[in-house]
Structure formats: C-alpha cells, structure tokens
T-cell receptor, first 119, second 110 residues
C-alpha cells in the first residue's frame, strides 16, 4: 500500500514570498490533515478535511495560510506571504474514518513532510 | 486547554537497558491518547491508541499503559533501532484537534 505522498521535500524561500505544498493521501482515506512541526516541538494541527469539506481550521492563520482539497483527494497548503516564523516541517496525514467505539479516533498515517526554511 | 507534557526530554540507554517514557496530560474528557514514533527526517509513525484508564497495549519491545493523568511507554531490552523521538498526543471528547507533546528523544547505544 502506497503511503502519503508530499512534495516538495525541501523548500527555501525569502520572507514575503509565497509557497505551496502538495499532499496525496492514501487511496480511500477520506480524512486529510495538515500539521506544522517547529523544530523541537510536537506537530500542531492546522486544518482537517473530511472529503472536500473543512472539519476544523481553528488553528490555521487565515491571514496568510490557505488550504484546499478539491475533489476530495489531494490537497494543497499555501502560505502567502511567508514570515520567518513559518520555518518548520509541514506534515500531511490521512486516515480512514470509523475508528470504532462509536466515535472517531482514526489512526493517522503521516507523510514524510516538507521542510520549509524562510530567510 | 488541553496540555501534554513528556519526560524526560532526552534519554540515553545502553542496549538491553529497559526504561519508561512518561506522558502527563490534562484534558476535559479523554477521547484517546496516542503514541507515535518519529525518525529524523520522517513523519510520525503510529504506535498505539489508548482509550481508558487501565488499558495496556503491546508491540514487540514496547508496552503502553494509561492512567487518568498519565501514560507510560515501557521499552524492554531496547535495541539501537529503537532510537527515535517518541511523541504522545491526546484528543478530547468533542474535539477533532489532537494536542501533541514535545516528545522524548531516545538514543540506544550498542
């Protein structure tokens, strides 16, 4: 089974530039997540999609970050304009809904991430 | 606000030297507690989900346990290939947002 694919793996940009990341989840996984992981910290959820609808984006800085998941499959995360503090690894994860016990604690499968450096 | 604190931040063990990692949490109603392993340059890899106090799960040399305030990840007779950062996360009832700890960096020397 192919895992979660992300590209690019690395990106270096200057502040105020724009950048976009792409994610292709595991086939059949309806739920897709974008996380930000700053060096030395745990991942922080930015946005969660169920099919092509947004489930939660309360932690997404909407003044500069945007995400879409057209057709309910792959997704893009964009930062415009980037700031120095956006330097981090951006992780995409997917899961198959239906975690049992009558509520969703779905096992998340993570991609390798995109390491963003903002100079 | 949900909080997760992992200790120690870093742990060095000799091969075969068993130990435990701690994850203390504060959450308003636990939906689930998760353990992940993260190797350098890779995304987290799922290990376990625990739902209620008293629950235990095992996988090879790893055993995860859960109480109402904390979880332990016990590593029995570790090998160098167990070296990684171990992340703990909690999810509250009624929330879709998991809260991760900062992780414990484990190094096992041969």
């Amino acid at each position: 089974e192919a895992g979660v694919a992300q590209s690019p793996r690395y990106k270096i940009i200057e502040k105020r530039q724009s950048v976009a990341f792409w994610c292709n989840p595991i086939s059949g996984h309806a739920t897709l997540y974008w996380y930000q992981q700053i060096l030395g910290q745990g991942p922080k959820l930015l946005i969660q999609f169920q099919n092509n609808g947004v489930v939660d984006d309360s932690q997404l800085p909407k003044d500069r970050f945007s995400a879409e998941r057209l057709k309910g499959v792959d997704s893009t995360l964009k930062i415009q304009p980037a700031k120095l503090e956006d330097s981090a690894v951006y992780l995409c994860a997917s899961s198959f809904p239906g975690g049992g016990r009558g509520f969703r604690t779905d096992t998340q499968y993570f991609g390798p991430g995109t390491r963003l450096t903002v100079l | 606000e949900d909080q997760v604190t992992q200790s120690p931040e870093a742990l060095r063990l000799q091969e075969g030297e068993s130990s435990s990692l701690n994850c203390s949490y504060t959450v308003s109603g636990l939906r689930g507690l998760f353990w992940y392993r993260q190797d350098p340059g890779k995304g987290p890899e799922f290990l376990f989900t625990l739902y209620s106090a008293g629950e235990e799960k095992e996988k090879e040399r790893l055993k995860a346990t859960l109480t109402k305030k904390e979880s332990f990840l016990h590593i029995t007779a570790p090998k160098p290939e167990d070296s990684a950062t171990y992340l703990c996360a909690v999810q509250a009832r009624g929330s879709y947002i998991p809260t991760f700890g900062r992780g414990t960096s484990l190094i096992v020397h041969p």
